[in-house]
């Protein structure tokens, strides 16, 4: 989604709104450079010229290229994890896999509707260091935790948790990767249907 850059010259915009306007552009930036060109070919010039601002501005907000990705990483999981605890809030008191479904659903759609911040997620990642990993890693054990609350995984099970969110990021990750994150949406009962058979008690 296109973010507006701010008028040129004199306005009454205050800081505070330029300030957020300014990091907005250059986490977009960011996830648009990365998603065309991979992490360890964008430079911090790339991410300049699509959000239109200086580079002196760029080092107001950020130490360097790498917290500037982690920053747009942050900014992406944050939204798709917003989405799927908003729709599984949106479940009420439906049966657990009900909800369950509900909130894998939004994943993968939201997923599908972002393929940029997708790949800056879920493929790039990968390149850009051990803190990044280690962010990675802290998401995957969330998922975990997600599925082992929503489904009520006893804890001498969470390994079937553990392998059941090892194969839906296989398996997303791989058609982000190849550019067909408008096919994420089918994975949805097919997914289902595995958690089901790995997971129902």
Do not use: W
């Not at 930036?29 to 010039?45: I, L, W």
């Not at 896999?97 to 940029?116: D, H, I, K, S, W």
Request: charged share 25%.
């Amino acid at each position: 989604m296109a973010t507006e850059q701010l008028p040129r010259g004199r306005h009454g915009l205050s800081r505070e709104t330029v300030v957020r306007s300014q990091r907005t552009r250059l986490l977009q930036g960011m996830a648009e450079a990365v998603a065309e060109r991979g992490y360890v070919r964008t430079s911090v010039a790339d991410v300049l010229r699509r959000a239109r601002v200086s580079r002196e501005t760029f080092y107001e907000h950020f130490r360097d290229k790498e917290d500037c990705f982690l920053a747009a990483y942050d900014e992406g999981v944050m939204a798709f994890q917003g989405a799927m605890r908003a729709a599984r809030a949106a479940a009420g008191d439906e049966p657990p896999f009900t909800a369950f479904g509900r909130a894998l659903e939004v994943y993968l759609r939201v997923l599908a509707a972002n393929p940029t911040t997708a790949r800056t997620c879920l493929v790039e990642i990968y390149a850009v260091g051990p803190e990044a990993l280690g962010r990675r890693d802290a998401l995957r054990i969330g998922f975990v935790d997600l599925v082992v609350e929503a489904l009520d995984v006893p804890s001498h099970d969470r390994f079937a948790a553990e392998a059941f969110v090892a194969a839906v990021s296989a398996m997303v990750t791989e058609r982000v990767a190849a550019g067909r994150a408008d096919e994420l949406p089918a994975l949805h009962g097919p997914l289902l249907d595995v958690a089901h058979r790995m997971l129902a008690r």
